[in-house]
């Protein structure tokens, strides 16, 4: 962030500075969202995620993927950090190289690159399919669209796949059984917000 952020993204009210040299010593990572703001957003009630997808969350989820609002993805970063930045390797879930030529920027490493957890690209997306449009049957019946990486070695690691939504699961469940076959010791999945829906 080469500007540092003093309103709120959401709404624009003035957030409170933090000195810097308190910044330095605890290495806290930038507040962009008012206190407020931030307590729209619910806890959920699963531990594989920060958040409940409520309404807030899915303007949230609006005003960053579809409209690409970017600095939006420093706006869960303690909370990321603090779950991730553990010990297992942190594998985003990818975009397909199509979806990433249109989207520009790819959500779910944003999120990870703002809250300073380091990852590594274990999966590519090899088939476009477009979730959205199709039914949840359809979803679980097709194959898997993602394949471990060229030359990545993944037998015996520990991995936790993070996305940045979890609606059925389909999308974690199907990079997690890709590491799994190719020989990971152990999948977890996290996510920043999950549906509640069953
Ligand atoms: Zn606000």
């Known amino acids: 962030m080469k500007q540092p952020i003093t309103h709120c993204v959401l709404c624009g009210v003035a957030l409170t500075p933090v000195r810097s040299f308190s910044r330095l010593l605890l290495r806290t990572l930038p507040d962009v969202l ?3 703001c931030h307590a729209t957003f619910e806890p959920a009630a699963s531990k594989e995620a920060i ?4 309404e ?14 970017v600095l939006l993805a420093y706006s869960f970063a303690k909370e990321l950090h603090a ?3 553990k010990g297992d390797i942190v594998v985003p879930i990818p975009l397909h190289p199509n979806k990433l030529a249109q989207r520009t920027f790819s959500q779910v490493a944003l ?6 957890v380091p990852y590594v690209h274990y999966l ?6 477009t979730q959205g449009l199709r039914t949840r049957t359809e979803r679980v019946a097709s194959t898997n669209p993602f394949a471990v990486a060229p030359n990545a070695d993944v037998s015996g690691k520990c991995f936790v796949v993070f996305d940045d939504i979890k609606t059925t699961g389909t999308t974690l469940q199907q ?3 890709c590491l799994a ?8 999945t996290f996510t920043l917000c999950a549906s509640e829906i069953k």
């Open 181 to 188: 076959e190719a020989g990971a010791k152990s999948v977890k």
């Open 124 to 129: 590519q997306k090899v088939q476009d399919v």
């Open 83 to 85: 779950a991730l930045a």
């Open 175 to 177: 990079a997690r059984a």
């Open 34 to 36: 008012c206190a407020t």
């Open 51 to 54: 958040f409940t997808y409520n």
């Open 111 to 116: 999120l990870l690159d703002c809250a300073e």
């Open 56 to 69: 807030a969350m899915q303007a949230w989820l609006n005003q960053y993927k579809i409209l690409g609002d």
